[in-house]
């Protein structure tokens, strides 16, 4: 098994946390992973990405081009990267801020109402872990006993109290998962 | 005891190889996309469990020379900077080969020249292994292509150093400076004692017994015989470093007809092509130096016998070519695809031009 996942957003809707609590459980469940973000002069407002690879094999390239799973949360990232899921791939996306749908008949995709969802539940930092539900409903290549330990390592002890909101987050976005085209 | 692993960056894998393998000091100066290991080495705060020391100096001139003043005593220090802070260092790194002295330095490599951008390359290959300072000097250059190298060759780095009186290069790029990957790190070891350095490292600046005249750690020699003398004892011991210093690792050559030749996160990328050129049925495999000086010369020359044509593969205008062509005679055509000024190569375009070879 090799998944190989590109999350791309705005800076601070939690992309990168997104991507670094996937690595850590991954890498707690015994998987090879590789988490490599873009670094550029973003800030909060700008574009932000991470490629996530999680595998039973020694990882290659850690920088790619082409995905798995893409995991899209505003209109230039779609722009971006709606082409460079692989066909038979999956997109996943926040229809929030979305224009552009995505158009590809080639893969899988379907909608997480991640804002929206974490705004009525009246925390909108969940966002990107009702996203990660989504995706994990449809490639459960996490067990939640090591989704758990992967926030305990990737979130500061101080906020660990926020974990089970967190795990009743990625419990959420399993079941607001809308299919738009399943191959 | 049970192996420890961690998630960590390149970067932080650096810092806490150097905690961990009893390194004296670190003297630095922040610099995208490497400034994590200076945070990493002060968050740790090192200095009341191993007496490590870590300095923020003024300047990457500053850094070069508190690692050069440091070295003389025989301590394990080392700095780390990117691409423009490196090539403030260059007098520094001149004068620590000119006197002989062990350090270590890392060059998490940026998009050049000039100031350039933050974003990874490795256009400093040149500057690393063909001088950058003045002299006939040589620094021994490894280059991680893992964020477990990046652990491992911070002991590797000073081992050599010490073990050939001479500053060695970790010469990594922005990818594997800021990708997050799987470590095993090792357990921690001991500062060397004062003793332990003057028994060992007789050439040391320890204090002087009586039972030997002082020590004198220099690189000014005024008498153009006795600076003869000097390089002639450094080019002698490059001869031995290339002899017995030479690492190189290969994926799927055994049959190849075409070879790849990619270091550090180049390589990375090239291990996927290797594996969309298998998929595709392209007899393609990899070489990937370790030390890119000493340059792994003899297996390239020997698999050059075997593959019809070889293309080398680097985030710059084409450096490590010229290396690869006088290894190989240039008995087989030798070709060049890379992305400069901070673009990555994807692994796609690289099996593109892999299809017309």
Partial sequence: ?183 | MAKEIKLMKGNEAIAEGAIRCGCDGYFGYPITPQSEILEYLTAENPYPKTGMVVLQAESETASINMVYGGAALGKRVMTTSSSPGISLMQEGLSYIAGAELPALVVNVVRGGPGLGTIQPSQADYFQTVKGGGHGDYRLITLAPASVQEMYDFVELGFDLAFKYRNPVMLLSDGVIGQVMEKVEVGEYKPRWTNEYIAKTYPWALVGKPESRGHNIITSLQLDPVVQEKVNHKLQAKYKVCEENEVRYETFQTEDAEILLVAYGSSARICQKVVQLGREAGIKVGLLRPITLWPFPKKPLLELSKQVKSILTVEMSAGQMIEDVKLAVECKVPVQHYGRFGGMIPTPTEIFEVLKTL
């Fill in chain 1, 1 to 183: 098994m090799t998944e190989e996942i590109i999350i791309a957003g705005f800076g601070g809707q939690g992309v990168l946390s997104m991507g670094k609590i996937l690595a850590y459980s991954g890498a707690m469940q015994n998987k090879e992973v590789s988490w490599m973000p873009s670094y550029g002069p973003e800030m909060r407002g700008g574009t932000s990405n991470v490629t996530v690879i999680i595998s039973d094999e020694r990882i290659n390239s850690p920088t790619l081009n082409q995905f798995d799973t893409a995991i899209i949360l505003n209109q230039q990232s779609m722009d971006k990267f709606e082409n460079s899921v692989k066909p038979g791939g999956l997109l996943i996306y926040d229809p929030n801020g979305i224009s552009a749908h995505p158009t590809r008949k080639d893969i899988s995709i379907y909608q997480v109402a991640g804002t929206d969802k974490a705004l009525e539940i009246g925390n909108a930092r969940l966002s990107n872990m009702i996203m990660l539900g989504g995706f994990l409903k449809i490639k459960p290549i996490i067990n939640p006993e090591f989704l758990r330990k992967g926030l305990e390592k990737s979130l500061p002890e101080r906020h660990h109290k926020l974990i089970p909101d967190n795990e009743k987050a990625v419990e959420v976005g399993k079941e607001i998962l809308v299919p738009i085209h399943v191959l």
